[in-house]
Structure formats: structure tokens, C-alpha cells
């Protein structure tokens, strides 16, 4: 009997991408630990950085001249380059839980460290002085921004801003010609895989969409259009009160496991069809302090046998069809948050492209590698798409710059609280969401 023969419906092509890694600079595989400290990252941004300072300064303040704090003299106008310190009443200390002077310090809110006395101050390898005026606002800035200041040593022996340059924005490769065609990259972030309260029918709706196994002719043929997919930190959800126990039972084992095995599950089913790249966050089992290194690949046996599988590090920079996106986990966002403020997150990403530096406030209250002879977070090339992940909900905006530069800025939302995936066309740097939230959505 011969077998019948069943109409397969047409399968649509899924478009293919160019795809170069960019993540070099966060590697610290040739790095060893030798005891140094976090003053010589500090010493290479502001070596770097006062460089291209010197360079502006001839076009923004061409008579005045340019000295170190050392060499400041009262009463006479100059132009000073140098990192800024933010001196913060409520900025935690470990040594603060044994002063006896605890109970007359103010309570900090949890989530921000501002007070009204704090106050900036600026140094270079001379010396450093107290800022004074009203032109820079101590609730902009952060530890670790490099400026250049032009202003006068004052009797009192502070120093009287009376203009500021920051460095801007770096130069941007031109976008590639539009080509008409129509490719996306997917951003989520923040799956939490093993949290209790997360909807595992919301991860496999997002994972049916962008393989092509839901909805109709359309709605596949906008799924065919999807190249790429970056997952951008928090990817697991370890039960914590295990790790606390010197002891772990063999049960505890396998709810450490679960987690990441479920993971492994989903990305197999996505590396089958798309490229993926998969980038750490504060809550994933790798070092804690930034640039993290990727998951390793032996948590993922099944989806990493897969040449379309990625493992990146956080922050991770990389091109598609010449695009470059350049993100990160939202550990940068979230401590400039707590350190100074903004009326919204993209204002914070806008601040970090304007200051040429993705964590300015690492090594102070952001934990980092310490590197001696370079400081990976300077932005030397302007990306076209900047995201970050781990946000309370999805924002965007299109940033431009004095030279011509187009940046699109995009808050990555929590997936597990929100159902929200973002689509980023490739061709025109315009934005999508894609809602999982119950019923599928977009």
C-alpha cells in the first residue's frame, strides 16, 4: 500500500546575516591578578581621555591656557582637565559599621545614595580641589568622569567653575547604504528561568515566534526576517538560601541544576533555526565583577554543540550586515541610578555615550577587573544601537550627535516580569515590541 502523501505547507527562507564579534576588549583571558590596584585603570582613562580633551580645548576655549591643579594660581583664568570625585554623605561604607558616629548619619533610601551636601571635587596625578559654583550639578555627575573645566582658584581655595566641556560623543562608522530589505535583531533580557512566579508559556511563545511555529503566512514571514537573537543577562534564577549551607544534599544539587538545564532546553530549540548570542548578568553563574566572562559552554551541552550558538561576555559589542550594537546587562544603568540622578534610563545611556565610558562609576561602587594598562569601557566607536538589559520596562529613543552620529538607544525590559522582546530592524534602526504576555501579541 503506498504511504499518503500529506501537502506540506511552503516554508519560508529565514534571511541570513554578516555576523562579526567585536567583544576583544573585554576579554581578560591574558590578564593575571598581581595584587595591583584600581588607580592605574583610573590613570589609562584619564591619560586617554585628556588627550582627546587637549584636542577640543583649542576650538571651545583658545585663550585661555591649560595647567594642572598643581599649578593653579589664584585669581587666574585657566582651563583644568581631570576626573571627577563625588564627595556623598550617604555613599555605604564597610567601615561605617564600626563607627561610633553611625546613628547621626542620615538613612539612605536603598535605591539612591543623594544628599544635598554632596559635592564634586576634581583631581589629576598633581593634586585635586574642591569645585565650586552652580554650573555642575552633583546630582549629574559621577565618580569617574573625566572633563575639562575652565574657571579660577578662588581665596577660599576652591576652584569657580564657570564652563565645562565633556568629551561627546565618539566617531561612527557611516550606516550601511539601505538596502530595502528588512532584517531584525531580537533583545531580551531578564528570563529568570527557575523563578517561582515566571510563566513558562510566555518563554515558549517567544521561542515558537522567532523559530517560525506560530501564527500564520504573515506572521512566520516577519519571523523569517529575524536574524539574530542576543539574550542580554539574567538568563537563570539560582535559588539563593542554598548556596548559604556548607553542605549541599544531593537534592540541593539537582534544584542548582534545573535551571540551567531548562535553559540549555530553550536555546536548543532556538539555536536549531537562528544564531544566538547569550551574555552573563549579576544574577548568572559567572564572576560577578565587570567585563564578565561568558557562561561557560558546559552548562549549555545541548544547545552549545550548535555553531549558531554564542556565548559573550558582558558588556558584548558586535556588527550585523555592518550595524554594530554595543550592550550591556544593566549593571552600568543601575548603579548610575542609585549614585546620581536623571528623569529616565536613556537619559543615564545618553550620559555614558557623552562621557566616551560604559561604567564611569567602576571601580568606585561598580565592581570591575583592575586592569593596569588600559581601561576597557571606553567607547572609542560609536555604535548605531546601544542597549541595556535588566530594565523595569522597554524605552527607546534615537540620540543624535554634533557630528552626525545616530544612535539608537533601547531599555531591554525584564522578560520575566513583562512578556516584552524588542525588535531592532537592522535596515532603518527602527524599533518593535513583541508582547508575550497570555495570548501572543506583537
Same mark, same amino acid.
Given at each position: &500500500?503506498?504511504?499518503?502523501?500529506?501537502?506540506?505547507?511552503?516554508?519560508?527562507?529565514?534571511?541570513?546575516?554578516?555576523?562579526?564579534?567585536?567583544?576583544?576588549?573585554?576579554?581578560?583571558?591574558?590578564?593575571?591578578?598581581?595584587?595591583?590596584?584600581?588607580?592605574?585603570?583610573?590613570?589609562?582613562?584619564?591619560?586617554? $581621555?585628556?588627550?582627546? &580633551?587637549?584636542?577640543?580645548?583649542?576650538?571651545?576655549?583658545?585663550?585661555?591656557?591649560?595647567?594642572?591643579?598643581? *599649578?593653579?594660581?589664584?585669581?587666574?583664568?585657566?582651563?583644568?582637565? *581631570? /576626573?571627577?570625585?563625588?564627595? &556623598?554623605?550617604?555613599?555605604?561604607?564597610?567601615?561605617?559599621?564600626? +563607627?561610633?558616629?553611625?546613628?547621626?548619619?542620615?538613612?539612605?533610601?536603598?535605591?539612591?545614595?543623594?544628599?544635598?551636601?554632596?559635592?564634586?571635587?576634581?583631581?589629576?596625578?598633581?593634586?585635586?580641589?574642591?569645585?565650586?559654583?552652580? $554650573?555642575?550639578?552633583?546630582?549629574?555627575?559621577?565618580?569617574?568622569?573625566?572633563?575639562?573645566?575652565?574657571? %579660577?582658584? /578662588?581665596?577660599?581655595?576652591?576652584?569657580?567653575?564657570?564652563?565645562?566641556?565633556?568629551?561627546?560623543?565618539?566617531?561612527?562608522?557611516?550606516?550601511?547604504?539601505?538596502?530595502?530589505?528588512?532584517?531584525?535583531?531580537?533583545?531580551?533580557?531578564?528570563?529568570?528561568?527557575?523563578?517561582?512566579?515566571?510563566?513558562?508559556?510566555?518563554?515558549?511563545?517567544?521561542?515558537?515566534?522567532?523559530?517560525?511555529?506560530?501564527?500564520?503566512?504573515?506572521?512566520?514571514?516577519?519571523?523569517?526576517?529575524?536574524?539574530?537573537?542576543?539574550?542580554? *543577562?539574567?538568563?537563570?534564577?539560582?535559588? %539563593?538560601?542554598?548556596?548559604?549551607?556548607?553542605?549541599?544534599?544531593?537534592?540541593?544539587?539537582?534544584?542548582?541544576?534545573?535551571?540551567?538545564?531548562?535553559?540549555?532546553?530553550?536555546?536548543?530549540?532556538?539555536?536549531?533555526?537562528?544564531?544566538?548570542?547569550? &551574555?552573563?548578568?549579576?544574577?548568572?553563574?559567572?564572576?560577578?565583577?565587570?567585563?564578565?566572562?561568558?557562561?561557560?559552554?558546559?552548562?549549555?551541552?545541548?544547545?552549545?554543540?550548535?555553531?549558531?550558538?554564542?556565548?559573550?561576555?558582558?558588556?558584548?559589542?558586535?556588527?550585523?550586515?555592518?550595524?554594530?550594537?554595543?550592550?550591556?546587562?544593566?549593571?552600568?544603568?543601575?548603579?548610575?541610578?542609585?549614585?546620581?540622578?536623571?528623569?529616565?534610563?536613556?537619559?543615564?545611556?545618553?550620559?555614558?555615550?557623552?562621557?566616551?565610558?560604559?561604567?564611569?562609576?567602576?571601580?568606585?561602587?561598580? *565592581?570591575?577587573?583592575?586592569? /593596569?594598562? %588600559?581601561?576597557?569601557?571606553?567607547?572609542?566607536?560609536?555604535?548605531?544601537?546601544?542597549?541595556?538589559?535588566?530594565?523595569?520596562?522597554?524605552?527607546?529613543?534615537?540620540?543624535?550627535?554634533?557630528?552626525?552620529?545616530?544612535?539608537?538607544?533601547?531599555?531591554?525590559?525584564?522578560?520575566?516580569?513583562?512578556?516584552?522582546?524588542?525588535?531592532?530592524? /537592522?535596515?532603518?534602526?527602527?524599533?518593535?515590541?513583541?508582547?508575550?504576555?497570555? +495570548?501572543? +501579541? +506583537?
Amino acid at each position: &500500500m503506498a504511504a499518503m502523501e500529506i501537502d506540506s505547507p511552503t516554508k519560508i527562507p529565514r534571511k541570513q546575516a554578516a555576523y562579526r564579534s567585536l567583544d576583544e576588549p573585554f576579554e581578560i583571558q591574558k590578564d593575571i591578578y598581581r595584587g595591583q590596584q584600581y588607580s592605574q585603570i583610573y590613570s589609562a582613562r584619564l591619560h586617554l $581621555l585628556r588627550t582627546l &580633551m587637549h584636542s577640543l580645548v583649542p576650538t571651545w576655549k583658545p585663550h585661555f591656557p591649560v595647567c594642572n591643579i598643581l *599649578g593653579l594660581e589664584e585669581g587666574s583664568e585657566c582651563v583644568v582637565v *581631570g /576626573t571627577l570625585y563625588k564627595h &556623598m554623605e550617604l555613599k555605604p561604607s564597610v567601615l561605617d559599621e564600626y +563607627s561610633k558616629e553611625r546613628s547621626v548619619i542620615p538613612i539612605a533610601r536603598p535605591d539612591n545614595f543623594m544628599h544635598e551636601s554632596d559635592y564634586l571635587v576634581l583631581e589629576d596625578e598633581s593634586g585635586r580641589i574642591k569645585l565650586g559654583g552652580s $554650573l555642575l550639578s552633583p546630582s549629574v555627575y559621577v565618580t569617574g568622569v573625566v572633563v575639562a573645566l575652565l574657571g %579660577r582658584e /578662588t581665596d577660599a581655595g576652591d576652584f569657580h567653575v564657570e564652563d565645562a566641556l565633556e568629551v561627546g560623543l565618539p566617531p561612527q562608522l557611516e550606516m550601511p547604504l539601505k538596502s530595502g530589505e528588512d532584517k531584525y535583531v531580537v533583545l531580551i533580557s531578564g528570563l529568570h528561568v527557575g523563578r517561582a512566579a515566571s510563566n513558562p508559556l510566555e518563554s515558549q511563545l517567544l521561542i515558537d515566534h522567532i523559530t517560525g511555529h506560530l501564527g500564520d503566512q504573515q506572521v512566520q514571514g516577519m519571523a523569517a526576517q529575524i536574524v539574530h537573537l542576543v539574550i542580554a *543577562g539574567n538568563s537563570v534564577e539560582i535559588p %539563593r538560601g542554598i548556596l548559604n549551607k556548607q553542605n549541599l544534599a544531593s537534592t540541593d544539587y539537582s534544584r542548582l541544576s534545573e535551571p540551567i538545564k531548562e535553559l540549555d532546553m530553550m536555546l536548543t530549540e532556538i539555536a536549531a533555526g537562528l544564531t544566538l548570542d547569550i &551574555m552573563p548578568g549579576s544574577n548568572d553563574p559567572t564572576n560577578f565583577s565587570l567585563p564578565q566572562k561568558p557562561l561557560n559552554r558546559c552548562l549549555f551541552p545541548s544547545s552549545a554543540a550548535y555553531n549558531t550558538f554564542r556565548s559573550c561576555p558582558n558588556p558584548h559589542c558586535f556588527e550585523i550586515d555592518g550595524v554594530k550594537f554595543l550592550g550591556t546587562s544593566g549593571q552600568n544603568i543601575h548603579d548610575l541610578e542609585k549614585y546620581s540622578e536623571a528623569k529616565d534610563k536613556l537619559e543615564f545611556m545618553e550620559r555614558t555615550l557623552k562621557w566616551r565610558h560604559l561604567a564611569p562609576t567602576a571601580p568606585n561602587t561598580l *565592581g570591575c577587573y583592575p586592569f /593596569t594598562d %588600559r581601561d576597557p569601557f571606553l567607547i572609542e566607536s560609536c555604535p548605531h544601537v546601544y542597549f541595556v538589559g535588566n530594565q523595569d520596562k522597554y524605552e527607546t529613543r534615537l540620540m543624535k550627535g554634533s557630528e552626525g552620529q545616530l544612535v539608537r538607544l533601547i531599555c531591554v525590559p525584564k522578560f520575566c516580569e513583562t512578556g516584552v522582546a524588542v525588535m531592532v530592524n /537592522t535596515n532603518n534602526l527602527e524599533c518593535r515590541t513583541l508582547s508575550f504576555n497570555a +495570548s501572543f +501579541s +506583537s
